[in-house]
């Protein structure tokens, strides 16, 4: 992502200004509250957030690669940061072996949060919820909306890359696809619509969509729905001789702001991965899309905040469940 400025006194300003908590339906918030960690580890919110903050600050494009980890983590096994284990002797084979996630980044955020929260409340903060918490503080810090967390989950202890391959959405997913990988894991065409304008900020990889601009039908062809001066501009990018090192933006209209204008890159052809590109080919996900464009994103911030509800509360772990482990990257020793 391009370079943004944030100021120490201009992200104290956030946090002490503060954005409209969105209110969300929590009817079946599965185990979770508000505060969870109010009477155990007080400070618990706030040391996510500065530490989250302090990582944006220095690396604005941290802020997509968070909120994807969120997204990575609850499609397998539900929010119980599965998604952080590391392979080991016992499983060589976890959920970050798995190729998409090889791209994953921000480890190192969730993994200094966690080290000071461990130093002021041992034992007591759940890397699942850090992982929720920091992806929607760091949006904050790009000046993105803000939603309510609600906390509480525990640590799983079983992470497969098998499971992953299963029930991550693909980047080359037509609209059946994408509607079955959401629908099996609880969330709505709605949510489908909703929550890939994510990649209003972010990047993605030649490899990702190289397909679309050189072999899309096994012919040596272009996808015939890519705007034609779009194709050419990613052509430029990414030569068929390609470094898959360079880096495209997701959002072909604001690329650097948090905003509804995906969706006009959508559906003005210029969606990046086919994944985007397949939200214009259903009635329901296609008719959200214009009417977000119609009224400049009128509900999409409210809309937003619901469908991250609605996936932070899959499956989650609660009560005597799981664990909570000491370091992200490992179960605990029994």
């Known amino acids: 992502m391009a370079s943004s400025k944030f100021t120490t006194s201009s992200i104290l300003l956030i946090m002490l200004l503060g954005f409209a908590i969105l209110a969300i339906d929590v009817t079946d918030a599965q185990g979770l509250v508000p505060g969870f960690y109010n009477t155990s580890c007080p ?87 850090i992982v929720q918490l920091s992806g929607r503080d760091a949006v904050e810090v790009v000046y993105g909306p803000s939603w309510s967390v609600l906390t509480g989950r525990r640590d799983g202890t079983v992470s497969l890359a098998s499971e992953a391959a299963e029930y991550l959405p693909s980047a080359y997913g037509n609209i059946t696809s994408l509607k079955e990988n959401f629908a099996a894991v609880g969330l709505s065409v709605k949510d489908l619509a909703v929550l890939s304008s994510a990649h209003t900020i972010g990047v993605s990889h030649c490899a990702s969509f190289a397909t679309r601009l050189y072999n899309y039908s096994g012919n040596g062809d272009t996808d015939p729905s890519l705007d034609p001066n779009y194709a050419a501009f990613l052509m430029q990018k990414c030569p068929q001789n390609y470094d898959d090192q360079t880096e495209v933006n997701m959002d072909a209209i604001t690329p650097y702001k948090f905003d509804y204008k995906y969706f006009v890159g959508i559906t003005q052809n210029k969606g990046l991965l086919e994944s985007d590109a397949a939200l214009v080919n259903d009635d329901e996900t296609n008719s959200y899309l214009q009417s977000q464009v119609s009224t400049q994103g009128s509900t999409w911030v409210q809309d937003f905040a619901q469908s991250m509800a609605n996936m932070y509360q899959l499956q989650v772990l609660t009560g005597n469940e799981g664990e909570i482990r000491q370091k992200c990257g490992y179960v605990n020793s029994s």
Not at 89 to 97: D, F, I, L, Q, V
């Open 43 to 129: 400070e618990a919110e706030d040391i996510v957030r500065n530490v989250t903050a302090q990582y944006v600050m220095s690396n604005p494009s941290l802020a997509a690669s968070l909120l994807r980890l969120t997204f990575h983590d609850c499609f397998v096994r539900g929010c119980d940061a599965s998604v952080l284990l590391e392979p080991t002797a016992a499983n060589n084979s976890t959920e970050k072996t798995y190729p998409p996630n090889l791209s994953l980044r921000g480890f190192e955020v969730i993994e200094a949060v966690k080290e000071q929260l461990e130093a002021a409340c041992p034992g007591i903060v759940s890397c699942a919820d």
